[in-house]
């Protein structure tokens, strides 16, 4: 089974910009989060995706966004582009049940570098 | 509040044990768990431990969790180079939301 994927693994951009990033969850699982890591913050939660809504969301400014397809592959989306939004961002899957265990497995994570 | 805090670095011989330690602070959270990254790669989980249990072991893993403190560990016995890595903790907050620990980086010396 192949694992979660994202695209693209590396991205340079500069100030004021927008950007999407793509994440494909593992066959079968239905929800997906983002998270963003910062030698500064560590890892935080920006938002997760179940059935096409979003379900829970992060304490992050409304420039980042997100949106899930009927084939449950998620992008998200971040506009005018600052320098400390470079980062790594993670994408996890999981089958995305009610229970409060649900295993997430992660992305290799998109490196986001904003010049 | 949500935050969850590690010690930021751990140096050990290999053979040793090693013991990571998390605090945490929202006392409903049901599930804690620990991640390992290593360099350029992403989150892989090691193991979890529901909040009604004290231990958990798996292998050269022992998950210990004081409800109490609110404090959990992760013990790794006889600590391999190949175990060099970051060390998150986590704990769940709704089904598909996890707050991290700061990350402990755990370096194996021969």
Redesign the interface.
């Known amino acids: 089974k192949a694992g ?1 994927t994202q695209t693209p693994r590396y991205l340079i951009k500069t100030r004021g910009q927008q950007v999407t990033l793509s994440c494909s969850p593992i066959s079968g699982h239905r ?1 997906v ?1 983002w ?1 963003q890591q910062t030698p500064g913050q ?4 920006l938002f ?1 995706y ?1 059935s096409e809504t979003q ?2 969301k ?1 304490n992050f400014p409304g420039r980042f966004s997100g949106r899930q397809f009927s084939n449950s592959r998620s992008e998200m989306n971040v506009s005018t582009l600052e320098l400390g939004d470079s980062a790594l961002y ?1 994408c ?1 899957s ?1 089958l ?14 998109t490196r986001l570098t904003v010049l | 509040g949500e935050d969850v805090e590690q010690s930021l670095f751990l140096s050990v011989r290999e053979g040793d044990s090693s013991v990571i330690n998390c605090t945490y602070t929202d006392s409903s959270s049901t599930y804690l768990y620990w991640y390992k990254q290593e360099p350029g790669a992403g989150l892989q989980l090691l193991t979890y431990i529901f909040s009604n249990m004290d231990m958990k072991q798996d292998q050269r893993l022992t998950v210990l969790l004081n409800k109490k403190d609110k404090h959990l560990s992760l013990r790794i016995a006889d600590t391999q180079t190949g175990d060099s890595a970051i060390y998150f903790c986590a704990e769940s907050m709704g089904a598909d939301k996890l707050i991290f620990g700061t990350g402990t980086r755990l370096q194996v010396f021969p």
Request: no cysteine; charged share 15%; glycine share 20%.
């Open positions: 979660v929800s989060s998270y560590g890892l935080q939660f997760e179940f379900r829970n992060g993670l996890a999981s995305g049940g009610r229970s409060s265990y649900n295993e997430q497995f992660f992305g290799p994570g």
